[in-house]
């Protein structure tokens, strides 16, 4: 059965209309264009009536781009390689894999009305190309670098369609939690082993996971699969750009996540005022699963909340919902004496941090120090006149000879709480310290 005719019969057992895609395969000559059945899947003149990705750079961290070729041609900005002695990474002439998730986001074909070639799920949107180093750290690791420049040179979404075993080291996390402070969102794909180990830089906070989906409108048997997954699309038998070769066609989580990155586009050029986690909001409130269900609240390790559905996530009126949307934040660590917060202790907000000041909880921890510090003082101002006043040398005092100063012990000052002893005011950190800001929670589904 064709993965159209499946996706109608899983409708009719859901409600009305809830299909997973609405297939309307274009008539064309050319055989890559008539290949690309995800695309058709999708509906994309439907789609492109509501957005195209324009004014949107969606970075590409992957082996570099063909920017020459005829179905990307003026779409790839130059973007930087961070192999092979630098320069940029717009003019690939090896290594294929970049090109091919490029094409997926923004190819716009060629001829006549654009009608051949790889057309791209939304073709206005602009190229960054980032060639990763490879030879350092593993499949998953050098990409502190690379993150960092797409943020610093203008991209609102950033595929990542690796995956590998290697945990990030802190500069990929620092990296991660900069992008997610600057608002871009990060796409990665799962990896291709049917397994639940976690790949990275998929499984790490902050990224927004892709599992794949057959054309049978399964679950791709190769997709790996957690509980970090969110998102599912197609990922079978999937043609693209190529570079050594005009053409591919290819099986995994790298396309699906093309495609994912491709809608996240569309939504972020139609809604600029979304942040990144809304973004992924809509993309995961308008999906579908593959036995056809709707706005799920908690996501499945294999189809996260289902299958993207660009144009429900363009065109249904969606609440915005919380900041990070259905993301897994990072830690924050701070830099060491960068405020009270011990050095990789994770950041705790609180509802005056967006407004600058101090919190409630500030003010009262400040003016309990000055209380405790008022306290000490007066103590040993009356403990020094006392001793001043006291008897003249070789009285007897109260207590007899060589005792104290005429004032009874239990009113002496040293028998009053000290900070830290028994009965002392709460201090910091302590036991019946006042609450410090609440940890911070997970992000609302």
């Not at 894999?97 to 074909?109: N, Q």
């Not at 993207?308 to 897994?328: F, H, V």
């Not at 705790?348 to 921890?365: C, H, N, R, T």
Request: proline letters at 9%.
């Amino acid at each position: 059965m064709s993965f159209t005719r499946t996706l109608r019969a899983v409708g009719g057992v859901a409600a009305a209309g809830a299909l997973l895609f609405t297939a309307a395969p274009t008539a064309s000559a050319d055989y890559i264009r008539d290949g690309q059945w995800a695309l058709d899947a999708f509906n994309p003149q439907k789609v492109w009536k509501e957005s195209t990705g324009k004014n949107v750079t969606v970075a590409v961290i992957d082996s570099g781009v063909n920017g020459d070729h005829v179905d990307l041609k003026g779409n790839v900005l130059p973007g930087k390689s961070f192999a092979d002695g630098g320069g940029t990474a717009d003019h690939e002439s090896d290594d294929d894999h970049g090109t091919a998730m490029a094409a997926l986001i923004a190819g716009h074909g060629h001829g006549p009305n654009h009608a051949d070639g790889i057309m791209g799920l939304a073709p206005d949107v602009k190229i960054l190309p980032i060639k990763r180093n490879e030879s350092v750290g593993g499949n998953a690791n050098s990409i502190d670098g690379p993150i960092r420049y797409a943020v610093d040179h203008g991209a609102k979404v950033i595929n990542m369609s690796f995956a590998g075993p290697y945990a990030l080291n802190e500069q990929e996390k620092s990296a991660i939690s900069y992008a997610v402070k600057k608002d871009v969102l990060l796409v990665a794909g799962s990896g291709n082993e049917g397994t639940s180990k976690p790949s990275y830089p998929a499984a790490a906070p902050g990224v927004l996971a892709v599992g794949a989906v057959a054309e049978d409108g399964k679950v791709l048997g190769e997709s790996n699969y957690g509980p970090h997954i969110r998102l599912i699309a197609p990922g079978e038998k999937i043609y693209s750009a190529g570079t050594s070769l005009k053409y591919r066609q290819a099986t995994g989580t790298s396309d699906a996540t093309a495609y994912v990155s491709a809608a996240a586009a569309l939504v972020r050029s139609k809604f600029p005022d979304l942040t990144a986690g809304q973004v992924a909001n809509r993309l995961t409130k308008t999906a579908i699963t593959p036995d056809g269900k709707t706005g799920i609240t908690s996501p499945d390790p294999k189809y996260g909340y289902g299958v993207i559905r660009p144009y429900r996530a363009l065109s249904e009126d969606i609440p915005e919902g919380p900041k990070n949307g259905p993301l897994t934040m990072p830690k924050d660590p701070q830099p060491a004496g960068a405020g009270a917060d011990a050095p990789g202790q994770e950041a705790q907000g609180s509802a005056s941090d967006d407004k600058g000041g101090l919190s409630p909880l500030a003010v009262a921890g400040m003016a309990l120090g000055v209380v405790v510090v008022l306290g000490i003082v007066i103590g040993v101002v009356v403990a020094s006149k006392k001793r001043r006043n006291g008897p003249p040398p070789g009285g007897t005092g109260f207590g007899g000879p060589g005792g104290g100063a005429g004032v009874p012990p239990q009113h002496q000052f040293g028998a009053y709480p000290q900070p830290g002893g028994p009965g002392a005011y709460p201090q910091s950190g302590g036991p019946g310290a006042y609450p410090s800001a609440p940890p911070t929670q997970p992000p609302g589904q």
